[in-house]
């Protein structure tokens, strides 16, 4: 399922680990994370949904390495021409072939799905170019990366300051209400990322694992 979630942001959710990828209509067309294996068909036909041409996508960023937010970007870089962002920390993975550490429980409700996840989804990535922009407090156009460590090393979430539209990648989760995200590689650190965010200005939050919040996100952020 594909929706306008917010004016200019189309949110597909692929059910297989309920995550969402994002189109987002700005200075150049953007897609943010591209979901789970075998799924470039949908996101294709979500660009075609916002009346967008594959040949005008101009970035994909990735906030993470995991394979339900990675996969499909090899087959979406050679169709677009997009170059492909992600994290200093998390580029090594791209060269293809390099094991994942697995996550750890982060929550009690990671404790359910920690098992499911480390069997549900690959642990090598396709061999991907890609550019190592994300560092912390680094613009990619109008986007301001912030590096929010814990659920990878190399986690970024995305910052469209002057929409005041947060993707938290997995630095947040909206599933049982807005908290960090119930798995992660370093859990203490993945918590004080999650915090971390409650320091910046922004209205909307859309999220790797749950529903997007259009109105009043940052508070829920202070109170999770």
Not at 83 to 92: F, K
Not at 93 to 114: D, H, I, K, N, S
Not at 130 to 139: G, H, K, R, Y
């Amino acid at each position: 399922m594909s929706r306008e979630v917010l004016p200019g942001v189309f949110e597909l959710f692929f059910p297989r680990a309920i995550v969402n990828a994002y189109v987002v209509l700005a200075d150049v067309p953007t897609i943010i994370d591209t979901g789970t294996p075998g799924g470039a068909g949908r996101i294709r036909s979500m660009l075609a949904k916002a009346g967008v041409a594959e040949r005008d996508v101009g970035r994909i960023l990735l906030t993470h390495r995991h394979a339900d937010h990675a996969s499909n970007a090899v087959d979406l870089a050679r169709t677009t021409g997009a170059t492909v962002h992600v994290s200093p920390a998390d580029a090594p993975y791209f060269e293809g072939g390099r094991e994942q550490p697995r996550p750890r429980p982060a929550t009690a409700l990671g404790r359910l799905l920690v098992p499911y996840v480390k069997v549900a989804l690959p642990w090598t990535l396709d061999a991907l170019a890609v550019e190592p922009s994300l560092s912390d407090s680094a613009t990619v156009g109008p986007f301001r990366v912030i590096a929010t460590p814990g659920h990878t090393e190399g986690h970024v979430s995305i910052l469209w300051e002057q929409r005041g539209i947060l993707f938290t990648g997995d630095a947040a989760a909206n599933l049982t209400g807005v908290g960090p995200h119930p798995a992660a590689d370093d859990p203490e650190q993945a918590e004080a990322s999650f915090a971390t965010l409650a320091g910046y200005e922004f209205e909307s939050a859309c999220f790797g694992h749950g529903r997007t919040l259009k109105t009043g996100a940052r508070a829920k952020f202070h109170s999770g």
